[in-house]
């Protein structure tokens, strides 16, 4: 595997097993500006009904997840495990790629699916041995998010934002957010009896207003967002009689094809455990960089149009 193949993988990995923690959540968006509450009466019901929501979901600390995603040509990917947010992001994915630049990378490198743990701090992607050849025999990555930080300009630090602040709930306080959220009503989501709402939401406005990013990275991740495409997207939401979220879709256009992204949600509650891979099997992700090609200078296709989640 060349130096070049090497960063390539590094990055794509960076990028897919982020979008899949985000992706299975919802990128992070704030309740602060629910500006569909000072719209006609009959948007009243749904905006209320959607706080309850989102505060119980937010509530439940960790579910069982179940999520597909599809980039335009960069990717489609599978993710299924469980996952915490009582203490920052936690838990286990299992990722699968099945399309896309991007699984064509994970391809050359030996594996289509990997394991992926988070932590508060870092996540880690488990590699197969192919690429172990060339990382000193390690399989795990780990990824720092003040590292991902660096991954090129707004779009690493808006990774990291949303690592490290996305949960389920996070869907709802988007359609809270959009300023248009509307019932669409009663629907049945794998045999349980869910109610249905849906929205329309900006993307570059809602990261503007609901994260932590400079205005040097606002501008970058701006500008990211408007090269793939990405103007809006619809949210849609499902949620059962305990005011759960059960399920979430959300889709939108980008320069190299339609993005999509669904999930299921289920055992609320459940235990999640995830653990630091051994150190002696672990290599880490600004190691490799430095090793095999700049961070900030990455420019590879498979790590461009992930800003858009």
Not at 38 to 48: I, K, L, M
Not at 209 to 234: C, F, M, P, W, Y
Request: aromatic share 6%.
């Amino acid at each position: 595997m060349k130096n070049t193949r090497v960063r390539r993988v590094t990055v794509s990995v960076a990028v897919g097993a982020a979008l899949a923690g985000v992706s299975a959540c919802g990128p992070s968006g704030s309740g602060k500006d629910d500006r569909s509450a000072h719209r006609t009466s009959t948007h009243v019901r749904p905006v209320a009904a959607l706080r309850s929501v989102e505060k119980t979901t937010d509530g439940a600390d960790s579910a069982k997840v179940e999520s597909t995603t599809t980039m335009g040509t960069l990717m489609t990917m599978k993710a299924d495990g469980a996952l915490g947010w009582a203490d920052g992001l936690t838990g286990n994915l299992t990722i699968t790629y099945t399309g896309g630049l991007m699984a064509d990378t994970m391809r050359q490198a030996g594996a289509t699916s990997m394991p992926a743990r988070y932590l508060p701090d870092a996540y880690y992607a488990r590699m197969g041995d192919t690429f172990a050849e060339q990382a000193d025999g390690k399989h795990w990555i780990k990824y720092a998010y003040d590292d991902l930080a660096k991954l090129a300009g707004g779009l690493g630090a808006y990774l990291k934002d949303q690592m490290q602040n996305t949960t389920p709930n996070q869907s709802v306080k988007l359609l809270l957010a959009s300023g248009d959220v509307r019932k669409v009503g009663a629907e049945t989501v794998r045999g349980e009896k869910t109610t249905h709402y849906a929205g329309t939401v900006n993307v570059a406005d809602l990261a503007a207003g609901n994260s932590g990013l400079t205005e040097s990275q606002l501008s970058d991740l701006k500008k990211q967002l408007t090269q793939a495409g990405v103007i809006t997207e619809t949210v849609d939401i499902w949620v059962n009689s305990q005011d759960l979220l059960v399920k979430k879709v959300e889709k939108g256009e980008l320069a190299t094809g339609r993005m999509s992204s669904t999930a299921y949600y289920s055992d609320y509650g459940v235990k999640v455990a995830a653990q630091e891979p051994p150190a002696g099997d672990t290599a880490d992700f600004k190691d490799l960089i430095k090793q095999h090609g700049d961070i900030s200078g990455s420019s590879d296709s498979s790590s461009g149009p992930g800003a858009t989640s």
